[in-house]
């Protein structure tokens, strides 16, 4: 059981950047990968990044490729979204994930992969 507590949302004026923080519970985060979903109002969610085990693979969404960076720290139970350049079409509410499929990392962009998730935190950007 992994339970999963995002912050670090907020406004924003576009260009402007963010870190989203994902703490977890549990002794075994380090067996997860862990990914971010985000999602629009009237929109349904889409993936934004996955991070492997150990943090040694990582994958984005074409969109957020080059903005955003995943990282983690398994002695901490954290997972972070480094936001950078960001655009109005980035606001949403973003959730992290965590799955515990032994499966190729680019496989893991559906949310069906995933087995748990925290509760979002809003990112806003103002033009």
């Known amino acids: 059981q992994v339970q999963l507590v995002e912050s670090g949302g907020g406004l924003v004026q576009a260009g402007g950047s963010l870190r989203l923080v994902c703490g977890a519970s549990?002794?075994?985060?380090?067996?997860?990968?862990m990914g971010w979903f985000r999602q629009a109002p009237g929109k349904e969610r889409r993936f934004v990044a996955a991070?492997?085990?150990?943090?040694?693979?990582?994958k984005y969404a074409d969109t957020v490729k080059g903005r955003f960076t995943i990282s983690r720290d398994n002695a901490k139970n954290m997972v972070y979204l480094q936001l950078n350049s960001l655009k109005p079409e980035d606001t949403a509410v973003y959730s992290c994930?965590?799955?515990?499929?032994?499966?190729?990392?680019?496989?893991?962009?559906?949310?069906?992969?995933?087995?748990?998730w925290g509760q979002g935190t809003q990112v806003t950007v103002s033009s």
């Open positions: 994930a965590a799955s515990g499929e032994n499966v190729p990392l680019y496989t893991l962009v559906a949310a069906a992969r995933y087995d748990y």
């Open positions: 549990g002794r075994t985060f380090s067996r997860y990968v």
């Open positions: 991070i492997s085990w150990s943090g040694g693979a990582t």
